[in-house]
Antibody, heavy 118, light 110 residues
């Protein structure tokens, strides 16, 4: 099982970025998927998760209306479209397999750094 | 205020047993299972315990988890220097409709 994130970088406040996570070694369509972030000097924060078929999505309050989680099971890919970025969104973003209500995140990507400048 | 409360720090000497607590409420820990993650600086989190007390394959049995009411605990026995890391509890909250991590506990091996 492997998860590889990409798409991070430096962006100005108010800008947009699209993170991608390519999955291999398992059937993406069989699992909920999750994005988690860790800001510098802070702890882990769940960002969003999405059901196997993409029909259920949940977000932390601080990103609602600004971030959109999506997936393309045919391309083994998970996405996080981030807009109206704020300085406080600066973090390493991880994708992880799992995330249903009674589930857990067994596999994680290596993370991609998003830096939002003022 | 975090939905899940953990002590910011914990410490112990090699060989000792340490416990890390995670306090929540009826809408999160009281209603759902708890997972525990370990994270070293600059690396991805690692699942240590899932479903309150289950260890994934490869996790040493020195690590154990428990849950009672609206609180959960992670115990580490036979403490080793390589256990120095940040530890997080996590669970779903039925009222807030989201996953929540505790604030994290930094474990120091003296």
């Amino acid at each position: 099982v492997q998860l590889v994130e990409s798409g991070g970088g430096l962006v100005q406040s108010g800008g947009s970025l699209r993170l991608s996570c390519v999955a291999s070694g398992f059937t993406l369509s069989s699992y909920w998927m999750t994005w988690v972030r860790r800001a510098p000097g802070k702890g882990l924060e769940w960002v969003a998760n999405i059901k196997e078929d993409g029909r259920e999505k949940y977000y932390v309050d601080s990103v609602k209306g600004r971030f959109t989680i999506s997936r393309d099971n045919a391309k083994n890919s998970l996405f996080l479209q981030m807009s109206s970025l704020r300085v406080e969104d600066t973090a390493v973003y991880y994708c992880a397999r799992g995330g249903s209500i009674s589930g857990y995140n067994l596999y994680w990507g290596q993370g991609t750094l998003v830096t939002v400048s003022s | 205020q975090s939905v899940l409360t953990q002590p910011p720090s914990a410490s112990g000497t090699p060989g000792q047993r340490v416990t890390i607590s995670c306090s929540g409420s009826s809408s999160n820990i009281g209603s759902n299972t708890v997972n525990w993650y370990q994270q070293f600086p600059g690396t991805a989190p690692k699942l240590l315990i899932h479903s309150n007390s289950q260890r994934p394959s490869g996790v040493p049995d020195r690590f154990s988890g428990s849950k009672s009411g609206t609180s959960a605990s992670l115990a580490i026995s036979g403490l080793q220097s390589e256990d120095e890391a940040d530890y997080y509890c996590a669970t779903w909250d039925d009222s807030l409709n989201g996953w929540f991590f505790g604030g994290g506990t930094r474990l120091t091996v003296l």
